[in-house]
């Protein structure tokens, strides 16, 4: 079968389309990682055929054998819909994880995406703590990145006011945000801390560039961006202007409480 039929190719090519029109993936900005099962890739595409290998440079061993749709590296997210085979891979980690096989796509001969240290790390942890976890998304989304400018670089502070910026943030992302200060992109550093910003999170914001997002479905992981990403710009909007108004921690936990989302505690006030 056409694996420009495939479902998972389908929902991905749309994610790009409608992230780039948001204009949160500008020339290559950002990335997309969706792990996939063999019984989703086997009716396209034979799994044990591997058409080159990339080695890589950090242990991706607790990845073994799996299968994830990427983007590719330079490429830009504008062009996805109308090329998928050049601007997208189906990459399958090797038995030893030190390295990936290219089973389809990159067909210009390029590979995976620069941040894979950052994706893959995040998909080790939260494969972790859910086995149901799928996808792992960058992008520059305007308002968040325009937010590490002006605000304490700070899990906590973060969080409480994107929580304050509108009702549902509490309910939508109730473990908060982490916040990482500005760091080389690219790198396996950054992909280490990413990481361990994900054992709390599922969010991750990078000072100056962008955020990561992940989930259990392209869905998930997108609605998660979005969310943050209004928060953020109802934020900016609000930063110079005398507010009058705001969601208190009272009605933060009240919200909480009521939608049974489990949230950070330590990241509202004691006093009510
Ligand atoms: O090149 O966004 O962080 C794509 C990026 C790097
Ligand atoms: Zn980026």
């Known amino acids: 079968m056409n694996i420009n039929e495939a479902p998972f190719l389908k929902e991905l090519v749309q994610t790009c389309s409608n992230m780039y029109r948001l204009g949160w993936n500008e020339r290559n900005g950002g990335n997309i990682s969706m792990r996939l099962t063999v019984s989703e890739v086997e009716p396209y595409v034979d799994v044990t055929k591997t058409l080159r290998r990339i080695v890589l440079n950090f242990d991706a061993s607790p990845l073994a054998n799996s299968l994830f749709l990427v983007t590719g590296t330079g490429k830009y997210f504008k062009n996805v819909e109308r090329n998928p085979v050049h601007n997208l891979g189906l990459i399958r980690v090797a038995e030893d994880g030190a390295s990936i096989g290219?089973?389809?796509?990159?067909?210009?001969?390029?590979?995976?995406?620069?941040?894979?240290?950052?994706?893959?790390?995040?998909?080790i942890v939260r494969l972790s703590r859910d086995k149901e976890h799928r996808v792992v998304m960058h992008c520059h989304a305007t308002n968040l990145l325009a937010m590490t400018y002006v605000h304490p670089l700070d899990d906590r502070a973060f969080t409480r006011s994107l929580w304050r910026a509108s009702t549902e943030c509490i309910v939508v992302f109730p473990e908060g945000v982490g916040v990482l200060p500005w760091i080389l992109c690219g790198t396996d550093e950054i992909g280490r801390a990413t990481a361990r910003k994900m054992e709390d999170y599922r969010l991750?914001?990078?000072?100056q560039h962008g955020i990561f997002g992940a989930g259990n479905s392209l869905d998930e992981a997108f609605g998660l961006i979005e969310t943050a990403e209004k928060a953020a710009e109802v934020c900016m909007k609000t930063l110079n202007v005398a507010c009058l108004n705001t969601i208190s921690d009272e009605q933060l936990r009240l919200l909480a409480e009521s939608f049974k989302a489990d949230y950070r505690k330590d990241f509202l006030s004691d006093a009510l």
């Open 102 to 123: 290219i089973l389809w796509g990159f067909s210009d001969g390029d590979g995976p995406t620069s941040e894979l240290s950052a994706h893959f790390r995040s998909h």
């Open 204 to 207: 991750c914001i990078w000072a």
